[in-house]
């Protein structure tokens, strides 16, 4: 898949310019919902395999407490966010 390629290509760049963490966002909130909404689960995912290949601790945002489980389940931070 396109994007895990990019993602890993992304990871392996910061990582060899000495970061420790990968963020990610999976979710995109758009008042629209026709709009690009984010990639989601899969998205969260993709974030796990690429940190769990390059030994980077994962961060993604939370926006809505009905998400919280789904992605404290593919990272190792939550970073909690407002609407």
Known sequence: MKI???LFEIGREVKKAG??????GAFKPRTSP???QGLG?????ML???GNELGLVTVSEVMDT???GLVADYVDVLQVGCP
């Open 41 to 45: 689960k899969e998205g969260l995912q």
């Open 34 to 36: 026709y709009s690009f």
């Open 19 to 24: 970061a420790t963490v990968l963020r990610g």
């Open 66 to 68: 009905r998400d919280v």
């Open 4 to 6: 895990l390629t990019g």
């Open 48 to 50: 796990r395999e690429v």
